[in-house]
């Protein structure tokens, strides 16, 4: 029985990691963002952190730093790919969801959406294998993330990603593979209505 992966919070940091954080809360410091007794408490956190869940607060409040906590890459052993079929009458993973490090959408008869806006990704990297045949698959990411969808042979009902170029730092790279079948396979990230309904239930903040 393969375990899940564990809680990025819960992942354990090195070294360099702490020091990562040290030299930026100095930095931050230098530039006037925290005063000295700030500087002194986060430093000691800092030092003595075990997880990132300890590392993560202590810089929470500062601009982004590209060099400082990127996700952590997929283990070697992280398990076989968990599988999304589309059936008949369809199907999805939306909501709050743990991530695998490599995951197969078969988009069936019914059609497969896979919904990553309020996703937990503990990977700097992840795959996704897609299979539109009849129902497609639709990918929604949340914007900042990198998609790389060279891999993916688009069939006949072709892949679109509406993505663009841009990314924020840390932020996971999503590699789509496999073909888009007879439908296709778009990937895009949330549109007006799936916005407005997350501003609806509180959860727009939590949008990555």
């Given at each position: 029985?393969?375990?899940?992966?564990r809680?990025r919070?819960?992942?354990?940091?090195?070294?360099?990691?702490?020091?990562?954080?040290?030299?930026?809360?100095?930095?931050?410091?230098?530039?006037?963002?925290?005063?000295?007794?700030?500087?002194?408490?986060?430093?000691?956190?800092?030092?003595?952190?075990?997880?990132?869940g300890?590392?993560?607060?202590?810089?929470?409040?500062?601009?982004?730093?590209?060099?400082?906590?990127?996700?952590?890459?997929?283990?070697?052993?992280?398990?076989?790919?968990?599988?999304?079929?589309?059936?008949?009458?369809?199907?999805?993973?939306?909501?709050?969801?743990?991530?695998?490090?490599?995951?197969?959408?078969r988009?069936?008869?019914?059609?497969?959406?896979?919904?990553?806006?309020?996703?937990?990704?503990?990977?700097?990297?992840?795959?996704?294998?897609?299979?539109?045949?009849?129902?497609?698959?639709?990918?929604?990411v949340?914007?900042?993330?990198?998609?790389d969808?060279?891999?993916?042979?688009?069939?006949?009902?072709?892949?679109?990603?509406?993505?663009?170029?841009?990314?924020?730092?840390?932020?996971?790279?999503?590699?789509?593979?496999?073909?888009?079948?007879?439908?296709?396979?778009?990937?895009?990230?949330?549109?007006?209505?799936?916005?407005?309904?997350?501003?609806?239930?509180?959860?727009?903040?939590?949008?990555?």
């Amino acid at each position: 029985m393969t375990s899940e992966p564990r809680p990025r919070a819960e992942l354990r940091v090195s070294h360099e990691e702490r020091d990562a954080i040290a030299e930026r809360l100095r930095e931050a410091a230098g530039d006037g963002r925290i005063d000295l007794d700030e500087l002194d408490e986060r430093l000691e956190r800092a030092l003595t952190a075990k997880t990132y869940g300890d590392l993560e607060p202590l810089v929470a409040d500062l601009p982004p730093d590209p060099r400082a906590l990127a996700p952590a890459p997929p283990p070697r052993d992280a398990g076989p790919p968990e599988e999304v079929r589309g059936g008949l009458p369809g199907n999805e993973r939306t909501g709050r969801w743990r991530v695998p490090a490599r995951l197969i959408a078969r988009g069936g008869l019914g059609g497969v959406k896979i919904d990553y806006t309020l996703a937990d990704c503990p990977w700097s990297e992840t795959e996704i294998e897609v299979h539109g045949e009849m129902g497609g698959v639709t990918i929604i990411v949340p914007i900042g993330w990198r998609v790389d969808s060279t891999g993916a042979d688009p069939g006949i009902g072709g892949l679109k990603n509406k993505t663009g170029d841009e990314h924020a730092p840390g932020t996971p790279l999503l590699r789509v593979t496999g073909s888009g079948g007879l439908s296709g396979v778009t990937v895009r990230h949330p549109n007006r209505w799936e916005r407005r309904k997350l501003r609806a239930s509180g959860q727009d903040d939590d949008v990555r």
